[in-house]
């Protein structure tokens, strides 16, 4: 069993397309742990994204990710995190593969509706940025 974090991002939501996303997860066997919608300030942003801090995109996405509500989530299940990266498609929507998330309702590289964790310890940073561990259900 493993976990990952999810966001859907400011574009996704205003798209109407949080259930759309779910629903994917939830088509595809996966378990939701935990999830809240927020709202980010820039100071929540810089550090989710700190990585990324030397990026030329870096200012753009901040502001971006802060532009209004997001949805984060906690999933659950086997090889969930290159699970959800199949269903999310490549972070640029030109070369996501048709049927992915990102194809279907991307805008840009930028605007590209959701997040979700690469590797079981970003997942961990990741989870337990927005999330403690009463939040999370225990199976
Ligand atoms: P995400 O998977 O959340 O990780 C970093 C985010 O930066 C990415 O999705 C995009 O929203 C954004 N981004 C903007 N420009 C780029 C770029 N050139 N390369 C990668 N990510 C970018």
């Given at each position: 069993?493993?976990?990952?974090?999810?966001?859907?991002?400011?574009?996704?939501v205003a798209?109407?397309?949080i259930?759309?996303?779910?629903?994917r997860f939830e088509a595809d066997?996966?378990?939701?742990?935990?999830?809240?919608?927020?709202?980010?300030?820039?100071?929540?942003?810089?550090?989710f994204?700190?990585?990324h801090?030397?990026r030329?995109f870096?200012?753009s996405l901040t502001?971006f990710?802060?532009?209004?509500p997001i949805v984060?989530m906690?999933l659950?299940?086997?090889n969930?995190?290159?699970?959800?990266?199949?269903?999310?498609?490549a972070?640029?929507?030109e070369?996501?593969e048709?049927?992915?998330?990102?194809k279907?309702?991307a805008t840009?590289?930028?605007?590209?509706?959701v997040?979700?964790?690469?590797?079981p310890?970003?997942?961990?940073?990741e989870?337990?940025?927005?999330?403690n561990a009463?939040e999370?259900q225990e199976k």
């Amino acid at each position: 069993m493993e976990r990952t974090l999810s966001i859907i991002k400011p574009d996704g939501v205003a798209k109407n397309v949080i259930g759309e996303v779910i629903k994917r997860f939830e088509a595809d066997g996966i378990q939701i742990a935990a999830m809240k919608m927020i709202q980010l300030t820039k100071t929540q942003a810089k550090g989710f994204y700190a990585v990324h801090k030397d990026r030329p995109f870096f200012d753009s996405l901040t502001d971006f990710m802060t532009s209004g509500p997001i949805v984060v989530m906690v999933l659950e299940g086997k090889n969930v995190i290159a699970k959800n990266r199949k269903l999310m498609g490549a972070t640029n929507f030109e070369d996501a593969e048709d049927g992915t998330i990102r194809k279907d309702y991307a805008t840009n590289i930028e605007k590209n509706v959701v997040h979700g964790s690469d590797a079981p310890e970003t997942a961990a940073f990741e989870i337990g940025y927005f999330f403690n561990a009463l939040e999370i259900q225990e199976k």
